[in-house]
């Protein structure tokens, strides 16, 4: 049976699903939020043009650009990094109701 890649990890499935269900501007404010905790990480995320422009307009996430950019990054992050940052989507979704 095929899954999805965040469908491997409990709390990333969870941490996308809350995103997928929260409101455009907060999701919008989640992608700055995932941007900038990746950001802060010691690691490079390598993306081609390519791969950043290939998969628009298939998936809930590709409406909005910034939100599309911010899960790819996290797609492509470290499984840890993935984890951890996957907890702390939920708490920001939470608090941001």
Same mark, same amino acid.
């Given at each position: 049976?095929?899954? *999805?890649?965040?469908d491997? &990890?409990p709390a990333?499935?969870?941490a /996308?699903?809350? +995103? =997928?269900?929260?409101?455009?501007? /907060?999701q !919008? #404010?989640?992608a &700055?939020f @995932?941007?900038?905790k990746?950001?802060?990480? %010691?690691? &490079? !995320?390598?993306m081609s +043009? =390519? &791969?950043?422009? %290939?998969? @628009?307009? *298939? #998936?809930?996430? %590709?409406?909005? !650009?910034?939100v599309?950019?911010?899960?790819e ?5 470290p499984? =840890?990094i *993935?984890?951890q940052l996957a +907890? =702390? !989507? @939920?708490d920001? +979704?939470?608090?941001?109701g």
């Amino acid at each position: 049976m095929f899954k *999805r890649w965040y469908d491997t &990890d409990p709390a990333v499935s969870a941490a /996308i699903t809350k +995103l =997928e269900k929260a409101q455009n501007n /907060i999701q !919008i #404010r989640c992608a &700055d939020f @995932i941007v900038d905790k990746l950001k802060s990480f %010691d690691f &490079d !995320i390598e993306m081609s +043009l =390519e &791969d950043q422009y %290939d998969y @628009i307009m *298939r #998936r809930w996430y %590709d409406k909005n !650009i910034k939100v599309s950019h911010a899960v790819e990054y996290l797609k492509n992050a470290p499984e =840890e990094i *993935r984890k951890q940052l996957a +907890l =702390e !989507i @939920i708490d920001f +979704l939470s608090a941001s109701g």
